[in-house]
Structures are given as structure tokens and as C-alpha cells.
């Protein structure tokens, strides 16, 4: 918050007025020159201007009509209190806003706003001047387009006078003990009706404090210190007016006979300033042992021998906390993917063993052009057996064993596989050739370089029809 | 100069609350300071909560203030679940308040309270090793149809733990609380000048539906209503 020092008079401030500001005027008020840590400061900021002036000459500045045309900049005016629902408009710290009329002694068109400080630290507190800008012509013609046009145009700014306060101290001399901050005018009152009630159980206390002041700047008394009761909670409600706190309270023992006053001290800085001590009415109260309950003990439910069977277990000793695994701790990303976990690797391991087992179900092919190479291939070295590796080729074309080439429906399997008729008839006549000179004992009519070419033909077919497809 | 480390020592003592001084105060009987002392503990962010909010039952059942002892058990309980002692506290204690704690459960809830013992990584590396022996063993295993049979029981387990845990995650529980107060009024709206729909005694166990910074929406075994927050007791 801002320094204070010792305040200007009016008259001093209203003198620094310049000939073209005696249309106009600022000022920024106090009611006293001092005040106390955390008193309510009124601070009025008030600004006139000299009727005629406002009606012939001030310029509107914007194109919403202003009561008072006139901006006025105060950086320590944060928060407007008591402004009037209707009254004369005109622009403060950038914003359009609405303030009290007022009638100065000068008859001039004049409004004041006001605002509430409060101060946590002695010292000075010093409020800058504030600052009024307005505008001005020499005439006004009218304007059949425009209306009322300003003619010789002129700015102007009148500036207020710097207020400067004492803020003192809160006096130790005769400060009570059961002082917490408060400082303003205020009364305490209590409500209870707690009637007869068993020791333990609760009833209801509640505590009004009202008045004007730093409400929200003090603790309320404390009671949960109470030597004979047990606070087992409380709740407040704050209003403009005041303060209310419900204790919900009970007693702990039967010699209760009556809930003792509470206490509360404020400093009121009105003349004479001096601290006050408010003191509730004691509230009677009757209470009573609880009832006996029958205490029934059953032997623990627990497989073990313990040392006590009516009694709690003693206290145990209380170590560092280590990372412990509590309730909920688990990041949800965690749980939902340990979770998933398993279906996922089951999944992809069945995927696996069906790729395997339809890989395993179809016959050992190799690449066929690679078969009909390497058949050529072992023509040309001599060592192959004809019949065995037509019937090799013949199967990685057809997608089946080699044992099951030679068949009745041969030549429709290979017609079917896109070879044409005479082609096909002639590999099934060229195998039964060669079955017959295994079984005949006798040379086949076919030698190596017949079969290759046999084999070509079939491969330019076979080409043929995937390159189609 | 003395004065001032001595006030130095003093401070350094006070800044961090020891749960020795708490313990040596319980065994000398002054119950109320011990049990200060364990409520000061509380802030001190390196002590264990469980065996903390333990000891503050037990001070609490010494006073003799039988509702927050079930109070900070229950709270207890949730960080030590599988506690013998601190069952036999929680059970002594419902005892002295007059509440049956052997109230008929369904099978369901037994078998979830008996669950909810055991801490939450232990049961999701329960529930994923079950569905993956489970898995392994009925697509790698050619075994008999009882062994088959014993494997999807143990997937089956395991899917259903799992779901729990999902359950507790993404769709908890309302939170439950003790009743604190000797006896704490429901009314239909919250507002004290309804009349009372109905009345629960101390150390009843309530879900709490709905809050406020002033009243709770709380649903027990005999009715639900609004009552005063300052009359129960959040367990967390």
C-alpha cells in the first residue's frame, strides 16, 4: 500500500489551479489526516465544472454522450464504493462510470466518487494527484450532417492535489489478550439451546459478530481449547454485515454445568480510540453420563493368540513412510495395458502358429521358374532322373506332391492350369513314357533336350496366363 | 548469546513433531496430549499415515470418544488392510458403540471385502498372470479336458479380478464416512428449518452422494438425506 504523510490543506490544493482550470476542478478528500492500521480510509474524489463552461464549451469525447465530459485518471482508485444509480456519467481510469452528484459551494456541475482503503502497515500513505482531461472549443456551428461541430479546438488538464495520511500504529497500552486484529465497531451475540445432553454428544453454538470494520482481516475466538469440551467442528458465514460461525461442540464430562463466555477484542479508532472487550453470556447447561452400553466381546476373529482380549492393542511405532502401494495409485495407462497384456501376446502368438500351419499345409514349393531352372539345369549335367523331375515340375505347377502328377485326370489338371490340349496330352504321354521305361526295363523314347523343350513350351503357357491374371 | 541458542534449540526441537514424544505421552497415560501430538504428526510429510492414523484411534478410544476412534481406523484401514490388530481395535470399538458388526453380508461382498485386502499392484499382477496362464495353456497345451477345464477357471479369475480393478478405477465407490456427532439429523433438503426425516447415531457407516462447503448428501442402510458436514467423518 502506499506511504502516507501529513495532508495538504484544500485551500493550498484549490489554489494550484491554473486560469484555464478555474472552470474546472479535481480534488481528492479525506476525513482526517490519520488514521489506524486497518481503520476504514473514506477517500472521495471529487470534480466540478463551471456550468456554463460544461454547457458552451466541453467537447464530448466519445460518441456516447458523457453528463460530464471529462476523463479522470486516478491510479490509486481501484474500487468504486457507493456509487448512485443515477447520476452524472463521465470517464474514470479508462472506463465509463456513474457517480453521486454534488453541490459544491461554487454551483458548479459537480460528482464525487468514493472509495475504501485500508492500510496493514504504519507508515505515510500518499495518494497521487489525480488528474482531469477535457476538451474545449472557442464555438460550436451546426452541421446539418455533423450537428454541433466545435470550432477551435483546445485540450486542457486540471490535476488535483496529492493527499498524503498518517497511519499509525495500533497502540500496545491496554491491548487485551483475546485481541486478534479487529478494528472497526462491532457487537457480539451468541445462540445455543443446548439443553439436557449426555456427555459426548454434540450440540450446536453459534457466534454473530456484526458491525463495520476490517471483517475479514481477524481470527474469530477459538474454541477448541477448551479444557471441558471438544470442538468437533465449525463453519462460517461472511456477509456485508458480518460474521457467523456455527460451532458444533460436546462435553466431556459430566461436571459440566455451564458453557463459559466468550471472549472478543477490537480497537475502535473513533475519538477517544481505545480497545473494547465484549463478553458473551455463559450458557447453563445439564449434562449427563452416557448410558452404559454393554461392552460385548467376542474372541478376535483372527487365527492367532493375542495378549489382550478385552482390551485395544497398544500404540505402535510410527516409521518413515516408504513408497507404499495405497488405494487408486495405479496410473490407469498401467492397469488397462498389464491388463491387455495377455490377450495381446495370445493374439499375436495365434496369429503366428495359423500363418505356420497354412504355411505347413500347402506342399514344399519352390519358386517354380527357379524348378524349371534347376530341372534344366540337371538335364544338362546328366544326373537326373527325367521322369522324377518332370513329375517334380509338373507338381510345383499344379501345387501339389510330385506323387500325385501321375493320375488318370492328369491332362485336365494341367488343361485346367491353362496348358493347351496338345500340350497337355503330350507331357502326360511323355511321364507315361518314362513310368513305363522305369517299369518296362526298357529305354525311354524321350531324351533330355525333347523334355527341356516340352518344358519351355509349358513355362511360356504358364507365363502367359499370370501375366493375364 | 545463551538465550539465543537455547531459543535456536527450542525452535529446531519444535519445527519437527516427534511421534516418540506422542508415544512416551500415550504410555504415561496423558491420552489428550498424545493425542495432540499424533495430530501434529499428520504434516510431517516422511511419517507412515497408516501407523499414525492408528495411534490416533487408539488415544481417541482412550478418551473415550469412540466414534472418532472408528474414525481414524477406518482410515487406517485403507492403508493397512490385511492389519490383525488393527481389525481387533476396529471390531472392540464397533462394539463399544452398540454397532453388530457381524451383520449378514451377501457372498459377493464377502468375497470383494476379502479382495480388497490386498493391495492393488498385487491383484493386477494376480489378475494378469491368471488370464496368461490361462491363455498359454488353452491355445498351447494339448492337455486333458480337466486340465482345460481348471485353465479357463483361471482365465475366468482372472478377467474377473481384472474387471474389479477396472471398476475401482474408472467407476469408484462413493466415498464413505463415520458419523462423529452422538447423533446426526437428516433432512430432505439442506436446509435446517425442514424437519427431521431421520436421526444416526454415532459411528455409522455412510456413503456420501453429494457435498457442499456446509452440508452432505449421505445415504445409509436405514434412509439418506442432507445433514451437517461438522456431525461426520470423510474416510480417506
Known sequence: MKRAGTILCTTLAMSSFSAAQEQAYVQTLAEKSSYYVQEEITIRLRFGIEPSFLENKLIQPFRRHLDLPVQVE??????????????????????????????????????QVETILRVAEPGELRLSSAVMRYAYADSFVEDLLGGRVPEGRHQAVSTGNELRLQIMPLPVAGRPLEFTGAVGEFSLRIEANPGTIEVGESFKLTLHLEGRGNLDSFDLPRLDRLTDFHLYGQIEERSAAGRKVTYDLAPLHSQVRVFPAIAFAYFDPNEPASYHRLLTEPIPLQVIAAAERPVRVSPPTVDRSLPRENDIFDIRRVPTEVTLVQAGNIPPALLVLTLLAPWLLAAGFWSFRRVQARIRSRPAVEPVRAEATSFKQRITAGNADLGDTLAAYLAARLGCQPAAVIAPDLDVRLIAAGIPRELATRCVATLDDFVEARFGGREAGQDGSSVCALIDLCEEHFSSRRREA | MIAFVLVLLIGLMTASISPAQAERAYHSGHYAEAYQLYQQALSEPDLAMGPLLYNLGNCTYRLGRHAEALHYYRRAQLRMPRDAELEFNLSLTERALGIDPRAPRTL?????????????????????????????????????????????????????????????????SPPEAITLASKIQLRSEPHLDLPVTLEITAGETLLIEDMSDRWAHVVHSTGSGWTERPGIGLIW
Open chain 2, 108 to 172: 459377493i461382498a464377502v468375497i470383494l471385502a476379502f479382495i480388497d485386502r490386498f493391495a492393488p499392484a498385487v491383484l493386477l499382477v494376480l489378475a494378469s498372470c491368471l488370464q496368461a496362464l490361462g491363455l498359454a495353456g488353452l491355445l498351447l497345451l494339448r492337455a486333458p479336458r480337466s486340465t482345460r477345464r481348471a485353465l479357463a477357471l483361471a482365465l475366468l479369475l482372472g478377467l474377473a479380478l481384472g474387471a474389479h480393478l477396472m471398476q475401482a478405477q474408472f467407476f469408484p
Open chain 1, 74 to 111: 486516478a491510479v490509486w482508485l481501484t474500487t468504486i464504493t457507493g456509487t448512485a444509480e443515477f447520476g452524472p456519467s463521465f470517464v474514470l481510469n479508462g472506463d465509463r462510470q456513474v457517480g453521486q452528484s454534488y453541490s459544491d459551494d461554487r454551483s458548479y456541475t459537480a460528482a
